[in-house]
DNA sequence: ATAATAGTGTCTGTGAGACAGTATTCT
DNA sequence: AGAATACTGTCTCACAGACACTATTAT
């Protein structure tokens, strides 16, 4: 604890500094699931816990810029969806000492989770957040805070089309809504309230799998969503 | 610029650290104006400028607690509505080196601002939003961002009664949301929609000022309001 | 024909927003 | 009586949510 006062309004630079990272909680759907991506600790403390990715902020760079690299490190996916999310700052969050971090929210669609291939020796897997094991450090509270975010955003934001390919059917997008907020919704309803809002464009094209009836493709256009104050 | 490239998910403490401040958009509804607390610089850079209240966190404290700290330096009230709003941390935001700041959003009521008079030496004044100086530092930017959420804020969350005393008029709280949102609003749909809410709580008091009919007061209550998802 | 999924329309209730006149007090 | 502010009710429209049947394809 720094006990130095300093006169009230005057910057210096000899207070204690935090170290800096940034923690991501990487969200995708697979499996008919909402998952996330976590990490096997490899080392104390929280050794063999699960953790959420995350790294230094190096002087230099940004913020975004630092999550963008250490999701590019855990992934190999550039440019997709990142949102931050909330600063946390409790003193013992990381026992070996002040470690702040700003935590992001990252959506991987489902295809760019095909480049997804190129993980090394770290032991990374993808957990439903329905079903996964304990986190180390303050995660699960990062965790909570990011899927209550994300739910959120769905009801006045377009973040569920950041889950999906450029083409989609509306079966496939309701199932994105569905998947997210654990519930199930009306089709008709569904349909009406996406139609009605327009942001999707209706193509030509077919999606035909099975034996019944073919579905139309969309695609997402962004128009008017009620936008977001944060934009 | 930190060169050295260590193993992915590995911690270590060798790293380059940011300074960590906490700056805050503290917001008043004074004299019929929405009014942001600034804080004249006396030393470079910007020196004669303008800036947001902000300091150092100190190891051993929350960002909340700094936050908290920093408050009641500088305006001598406790215990107020404290919201993180964002951290910002471009390089170069701070022309003297590496600086990370977590803005929060305070909110003080026109009674506790009666506490407010022990300020010292230092040039401190209440702004009108609509009519201020320009700012030093990226504090435009911050400020920009404050005033986007409490908007968006005042849909969803009862903020408004933060600004008011435990006891009003519906006038006085509809003066409010008219100065924050800076346009006028329907006498009789607002008070429909207050009511209808039940989070305010009638009193047997009236308010008397002029020559005119007295107004009933009321109380916030916070019982059914949309609950934030932040909470 | 059957199975499987795609696709569609109506009704009801609720809430938002437009809109104007009466009530009470003081001087 | 007049000035000033408090207080109130109705109508319309849009949207949310409940709800069930037809359409198309492959086998």
Redo the contacts with the bound molecule.
């Keep these: 604890m720094v006990e130095k006062v300093l006169p009230k309004g005057e910057y210096t630079y000899d207070y204690e500094r935090p170290a800096l990272t940034v923690d991501l909680v990487i969200y995708t759907v697979k499996d008919n699931d909402l998952k996330i991506l976590l990490i096997k600790r490899n080392s104390e403390p929280f050794k063999d816990m699960w953790a959420i990715p995350g790294g230094f902020v190096q002087n230099g760079e940004t913020l975004e810029q630092a999550a963008n690299r250490e999701l590019f490190e855990e992934t190999g996916v550039r440019d997709i969806y990142l949102e931050q999310l909330y600063t946390f700052g409790e003193p013992g969050r990381d026992p070996r000492g002040w470690v702040v971090t700003v935590a992001y929210i990252a959506l991987i669609s489902s295809d760019n989770l095909k480049l997804f291939a190129s993980t090394d020796a770290q032991d990374v897997s993808w957990f439903s957040v329905y079903q996964k094991p304990t986190l180390a450090f303050d995660h699960e509270k990062i965790l909570d805070y990011s899927l209550k975010r994300l739910r959120a955003k769905l009801d006045y934001t377009p973040v569920a089309f950041q889950l999906l390919p450029k083409k989609f059917?509306?079966?496939?997008l309701q199932r994105i809504y569905e998947i997210i907020l654990n519930k199930t919704?009306?089709?008709?309803?569904f349909?009406?309230?996406m139609?009605?809002l327009d942001i999707i464009k209706q193509t030509e094209e077919?999606?035909?799998?099975?034996?019944?009836?073919?579905?139309?493709?969309y695609t997402f256009s962004e128009r008017k969503f009620p936008v977001n104050y944060l934009s």
Excluded: Q
């Excluded at 059917?169 to 496939?172: G, M, R």
């Excluded at 919704?185 to 309803?189: A, M, Q, S, V």
């Design positions: 059917t509306l079966t496939e919704l009306d089709k008709r309803n349909r009406k309230k139609l009605s077919m999606k035909r799998d099975g034996n019944h009836r073919p579905a139309r493709i």
